[in-house]
């Protein structure tokens, strides 16, 4: 059987929180763990070693640009892909700069945010192959 995608997601409204974990869980992705801030985010990543980490940007405690830059500094093989509701070319730069995988802006269709975490794993896959 092969392996299901490990996802980790960083949000803070529990309500889109478990929207985003039912729609991993229904199309074959593992969900990890759950985290309502940035802070909580980065240990989770370290305790749970995901293959992605989901992150919203504007996050209590610790902003999930930090925490992208947290996971990517001290975990590089985890891909991170912000979902956010900010649609702004200076917090995508700053995210992509941060190293982050992807920037999508919440509302996308369910679809798109499936194929880019795929996409994300399979990075992640190709990354430890080399």
């Known amino acids: 059987m ?7 997601v960083v949000e803070d409204d529990r309500e889109v929180r478990e ?9 074959n992705f593992e969900v990890v763990g759950e985290a ?37 500094q001290e975990m590089p093989m985890i891909q991170v892909v912000i979902l956010t509701a900010y649609d702004d070319p200076a917090l995508k730069e700053d995210a992509l700069t941060a190293g982050v995988y992807a920037y999508l802006v919440k509302g996308c269709p369910p679809r798109m ?10 990075m992640k896959r190709a990354m430890e192959t080399q």
């Open 2 to 8: 092969l392996a299901k995608p490990r996802v980790l």
């Open 19 to 27: 929207a985003i974990r039912e729609l991993l869980e229904e199309t």
């Open 113 to 122: 945010l499936g194929e880019v975490t795929l996409q994300a794993w399979e």
């Open 36 to 72: 309502a801030d940035g802070s909580e985010g980065v240990d989770m990543a370290r305790q749970r070693n995901p293959d992605v980490v989901l992150m919203d940007l504007r996050r209590p405690v610790m902003g999930g640009l930090e925490a992208s830059r947290q996971i990517k």
